[in-house]
């Protein structure tokens, strides 16, 4: 049986593979501390993967925070998701449960496919940190 880790490893890299244009991916509890990153952080060159640094966690988590505040100050409902398109790159978040599903990809990638697979895959990620 594997763990927790190794299933949310598995869904993460899983993500990863099968959508093209996905540079790295991360789950970050409500606290805004990191639970699982894909492609896993180097400790030697903290770089390499940018979305696996704590700093990166904790301001996810607080842009969903803002997000789901401005949402309901406006009567908007609950937050769906989260988009943010830079010069260099799309990242996207979605809500699973405790935590949220982070994945930064490349501007041309096509973005209907990384939506439905991130959205998938942030209701793994709920199921598996709801067990």
Do not use: W
């Amino acid at each position: 049986m594997l763990t927790r880790e190794e299933r949310l490893e598995n869904t993460l890299s899983s993500l990863f593979s099968a959508v093209e244009g996905i540079k790295a991916t991360v789950v970050v509890n409500n606290d805004g501390l990191l639970v699982a990153a894909f492609p896993p952080g180097d400790e030697e060159n903290p770089h390499e993967n940018p979305t696996s640094s704590p700093q990166v966690a904790a301001m996810s988590a607080t842009l969903i925070g803002l997000a789901e505040r401005t949402l309901g100050r406006l009567a908007q409902g609950d937050l769906q998701r989260l988009l943010m398109e830079g010069e260099e790159g799309v990242m996207v978040v979605y809500p699973a449960g405790r935590a949220s599903l982070a994945v930064l990809a490349e501007k041309d990638a096509r973005m209907s496919y990384i939506l439905f697979a991130t959205k998938k895959a942030a209701s793994e990620v709920e199921q598996i940190l709801d067990k």
